[in-house]
Nanobody, 121 residues
Framework: QVQLVESGGGLVQPGGSLRLSCAASGSIFRINAMGWYRQAPGKQRELVATITSGGSTNYADSVKGRFTISRDNAKDTVYLEMNGLKPEDTAVYYC???????????????WGQGTQVGVSA
């Protein structure tokens, strides 16, 4: 069994900051890429940022320069530092991980349950 548990969401004013965390646990052999996605009401889930096991990152254009993704491989945890938050960043944020379970050969993607981020004056 594998679990991804997010934390750190909340309600902030425009221009504020939040730091999201997502910890993977369970029978994990290796974690490849990890990432953050978000889904606003009435919209499709969209990519926010991804990070490989080697630390290479990729960001959506809408968050470049404001958000920073990082990971702690020793803790199987991925972070999303969000600065300069805007109302349009309001969404449920989901983390995911492409990982190989112990005893398995191929990887698959697992998702967290989501954490709500609200940006409003």
């Amino acid at each position: 069994q594998v679990q991804l548990v997010e934390s750190g969401g909340g309600l902030v004013q425009p221009g504020g900051s939040l730091r999201l965390s997502c910890a993977a646990s369970g029978s994990i052999f290796r974690i490849n890429a990890m990432g953050w996605y978000r889904q606003a009401p009435g919209k499709q889930r969209e990519l926010v940022a991804t990070i490989t096991s080697g630390g290479s990152t990729n960001y959506a254009d809408s968050v470049k320069g404001r958000f920073t993704i990082s990971r702690d491989n020793a803790k199987d945890t991925v972070y999303l530092e969000m600065n300069g938050l805007k109302p349009e960043d309001t969404a449920v944020y989901y983390c995911n991980a492409d990982l190989v379970r112990r005893g398995w050969i191929t990887s698959r993607t697992y998702w967290g349950q989501g954490t709500q981020v609200g940006v409003s004056a």
